[in-house]
């Protein structure tokens, strides 16, 4: 299965990519393919407005889904799920979709266009969190869930 994580924001700091390498070279020689695609943020200016901004987005995280791409959005304000909800999600996907694209939103969060495309919204928490952080948490947590459908002791 093929998970492509697209994440609003570029030119993150060089922790943040070492962070999200260290799980995907873990999940090498498995049946989990883990890609970050980055994504450019709508250039803020005082003269425009996040729905622009958010509209801007939109096409461009559109360019980068396919037909056959099960979107899920990852939204504070949507169901809070745990680990190994995450991996039951996981073995879903793996027997019903051949590929999942992860959204995680910009700064101002993610249009309401997106939104109504997407096929499951979830939360890693009740909290909000600066979005390079998410990445590494996200791709930690794909590796988690893989490790407990595995029986890997990782997860105790």
Do not use: C
């Not at 995907?24 to 980055?38: F, N, P």
């Not at 096409?59 to 899920?72: A, G, M």
């Not at 504070?76 to 939103?105: D, H, R």
């Amino acid at each position: 299965m093929k998970i492509k994580l697209l994440a609003l924001g570029e030119k993150m700091p060089a922790w943040v990519q070492e962070g999200v390498n260290e799980y995907q070279k873990r999940l090498i020689g498995s049946s989990i393919q883990l890609q970050v695609v980055e994504l450019p943020i709508a250039k803020r200016t005082k003269t425009g407005s996040i729905d622009g901004w958010l509209a801007q987005e939109a096409k461009t995280v559109l360019s980068k889904l396919n037909e056959q791409d099960h979107l899920v959005i990852l939204d504070v304000k949507s169901k809070l799920i745990s680990t190994e909800e995450l991996a039951q999600k996981m073995e879903n996907w793996q027997q019903n979709t051949p590929n999942v694209a992860i959204l995680i939103g910009g700064p101002d969060g993610i249009d309401d266009s997106i939104k109504h495309l997407a096929k499951e919204k979830i939360s890693l928490s009740k909290m909000t969190f600066p979005h390079p952080i998410v990445r590494i948490i996200f791709a930690e947590q794909i590796y988690r869930a893989w490790t407990i459908l595995q029986g890997h002791p990782y997860h105790k």
